[in-house]
């Protein structure tokens, strides 16, 4: 990968330790309905808009209970879990440093307008993105992993996919970002995953990361400082 052009961001398991959080959530939804999530249920949940989400878990539990019924039975129980989002270590060092250097940066999540107030209520600095696309983006047809958010962000910027990286964690974040051809970083340890996303796609287009002050090194490794 080349120095970026852009580099945009997913929020939920990459700027903000959520994904625990939503995945209890769900959990306790399917619960109410009498019906066990599993481990890898929840991770097909990872990534997506909650509307999606629960299109997922409606066809799982089987119950006669609405797609609207469920998101008010989430929505209760996800609103105070929110509130306890941490930041990853690295994350406000790395959009800080981004923004130093005169990089453009975007936020591209599948969160919604109110769950991003509620999670930048209590992480204020999330507030430094200029561009956001939230998952109920009036311009975006389809949610993660369609490319529609960030084909949009990409038209906002006006920057070359092929140099631009995308930093996320999850199945569907990642195909995402690589069918709107961006460069993926995946910072995640879940190495099936990310053996399925290189079979599918292109190892060149793809770079594991452990920690996101990888990302300060390279760039500036890239820029000579």
Not at 28 to 53: P, Q, V
Request: glycine share 4%.
């Amino acid at each position: 990968m080349e120095y970026p052009d852009a580099i945009f961001f997913d929020l939920d398991g990459v700027l903000l330790n959520t994904e625990p959080l939503l995945a209890n959530a769900w959990s306790e939804t399917a619960k109410k309905c009498n019906h066990y999530l599993s481990k890898e249920k929840l991770s097909e949940l990872k990534g997506r808009r909650r509307i999606d989400c629960a299109k997922k878990v409606h066809k799982w539990i089987n119950k006669e209970i609405s797609i609207k019924e469920l998101l008010v039975i989430q929505k209760a129980k996800v609103d105070q879990q929110l509130t306890k989002a941490k930041p990853f270590k690295g994350a406000i060092d790395l959009i800080n440093f981004c923004i130093s250097i005169k990089l453009p940066i975007a936020l591209v999540t599948s969160s919604s307008s109110e769950s991003f107030k509620i999670k930048s209520s209590v992480n204020p600095w999330l507030k430094l993105f200029e561009i956001k696309i939230l998952g109920d983006d009036k311009f975006i047809s389809d949610g993660k992993p369609s490319p529609d958010p960030y084909l949009r962000a990409l038209k906002l910027l006006d920057v070359d996919p092929n140099k631009t990286w995308v930093i996320e964690d999850s199945y569907a974040g990642s195909v995402s970002g690589l069918k709107a051809e961006c460069n993926l970083l995946f910072f995640s340890k879940d190495v099936e995953v990310l053996s399925k996303l290189i079979n599918e796609f292109t190892q060149e287009k793809i770079q594991k990361i452990n920690e996101l002050s990888e990302i300060i090194y390279y760039l500036k490794l890239y820029k000579g400082f």
